[in-house]
């Protein structure tokens, strides 16, 4: 077929413009057939995320971490820190900077390798950290290379580094709740929030409790949770028993009122 028979024709699917190469027979159908038009559009939207997907797998394929690859990973994720942080911007679309960076060094990665390594990464930092923070066994632990540039990504995240260590002692049900009564008023008079004299107002890089120590402050904080608890469970049903008393002395006034009315029109 005659390649100057052929032009080009922008179409509109799912929101976003695609051009088109086709004969005029070709763009009167898509134009006057809707149901051709669509089908077409979807066709070829599919086989396009397809072939993306296969230039993503052979990319990974010769994708080789080392040290340098890795380096340049932290750096990269740091300058971006706050940009991951909000929720107004696409993750993705920060994964694909860093995947541009990386070219740019002759390396090959794609976003979601990028996503993958760090995320591994991230939970690696997360069990050494949990690890740091129990009892010493005497056994010497091994240094992570990477520990010092996880830490200054993340000494401000609180679902790693917690304010307290004595938190990840307490049993997983009610460590949460006890995390956020560290940082109440009610929890600070009763000694195990961050206070001026209080041992565990320090930051978590500089606490250090000896064992005994630690399960003090711990069982302190469990017995200080679970009180809470059963306090606001209490003050709950009280405050229902308030309310349905209320309510049945509204249902005697109105009674009264009613028995009142019926004695004065007999009369």
Sequence with gaps: MDECNYYSRIYEYNDLLYE???????HNKMITDWNYATSYLKEMVENQVLDEDVYTRMKDDGSIWDNASIKLLLHEYLIRK?????PKI?????WREISAEFEKQNLIFSADALSKKFGNMKTTYAKIKKNNSKKTTGAARKPWLWLNSMDEIFHNDLSINFRHDVVTSMPADVSDEVLNLLNSSSVRENGCGSSASSPASASSSNVVHSGDDSDKISQKCYKSARGKNIYQQRQKQLDLDSD???VMRGLKDTLEQCKNVQKKKIF
């Design 20 to 26: 088109i190469s086709g004969t005029k027979e070709f």
């Design 90 to 94: 696409k993750k993705i679309t920060l």
């Design 244 to 246: 349905k008393l209320e």
């Design 82 to 86: 706050n940009k991951f942080r909000s």
